[in-house]
């Protein structure tokens, strides 16, 4: 497995970690078998999408925060940042990707996207990759 | 890994495609492990959810188009179809499921869906097995 | 794998497992690979969360609930229950975490949920562990 870190700029961010979870494959020499990508924060999360506008990360950013406004007046949690637990159970702690002929099986238009939810802050990330059984 | 296609006829739909994935598992042999069911679209999905009541559908789709509607006059995304882009990242774009004496290990009520957001379009999902070491 | 019960207690709720799978992982011996904690129910799922402050909890399920509203006049399922059949496909039906060492890795405040979303029942979940290739 590897360690990543990850620098987050704003409060709410998705950053493009395609690269990095490729490059690992690489380094491993990994021909079969599937990628796990983890975040081990409660107020973060892994999800895929569009790579190519960046507009559809500022609509899914900004939609997520409709749906969980960061002030609710319910709210019990005193750390205030219930809003960022709900995003991160909502889009998921984890993704799995194909590996096949050693390269991720990404859609043409899909990235791996760490999301930061209660930023900026340094941030980390697992990979862990499953090989094939010969 | 198998690629297979589907053909969706709705803007908003689930197909489902439990028994393909079980007839893969049987092609393949495989007698225990994980299939993974993922979705190389960044405006559509893979859930896992009831197979019994078609109304269970319908008012998933329709529950999700309230929370996320397709017209929303903040969105930046020329193409109009953010929406959809939020509904892939909120039901993932994968699911796992066991794999225990060569089916799939799935609660009575369960099937694997394929969840179209922006269609009616020809679409592709990807199975794949690991099967355990001996 | 491994076939867990759990008694919930009100319609609404998330148990913390992390310790069952972690015994799981003991008893195997497993020292380095993936575990999938699965909900075989489509009114129920798995979630990684704050296992620190219990107000995370009932914020969570309480924003779901706002999101989610148990009665809607536009549902068309028999059972009445359509709000936790999208609060499953919403948080997911499993989770995977890694194991190194003959350990979850989880971050400082993660611990593993079995969400209940219509309750008060019995309920299964599985756990299935992947162990790297030697």
Same mark, same amino acid.
């Given at each position: 497995m590897k360690k990543s870190t990850v620098k987050t700029t704003k409060r709410d961010d998705m950053i493009d970690i395609t690269t990095e979870v490729q490059k690992y494959i690489l380094e491993t020499g990994i021909q079969e078998g599937i990628a796990l990508v983890y975040c081990p924060h409660t107020t973060a999360g892994i999800t895929i999408n569009e790579?190519?506008?960046p507009d559809v990360k500022k609509d899914i950013l900004r939609r997520l925060d409709e749906l969980f406004?960061?002030?609710?007046?319910? =709210? /019990?949690? /005193? %750390?205030?940042n219930t809003a960022a637990h709900l995003k991160s159970s909502t889009v998921g702690s984890s993704q799995q990707i194909l590996i096949h002929k050693g390269s991720l099986v990404l859609g043409r238009w899909q990235g791996v996207y760490f999301c %930061?939810? =209660?930023?900026p802050r340094d941030r980390q990330y697992f990979i862990k990759l499953i090989a094939d059984k010969d």
């Open positions: 790579n190519a506008d406004p960061w002030n609710h007046t319910l =709210d /019990m949690h /005193m %750390e205030g %930061e939810f =209660d930023g």
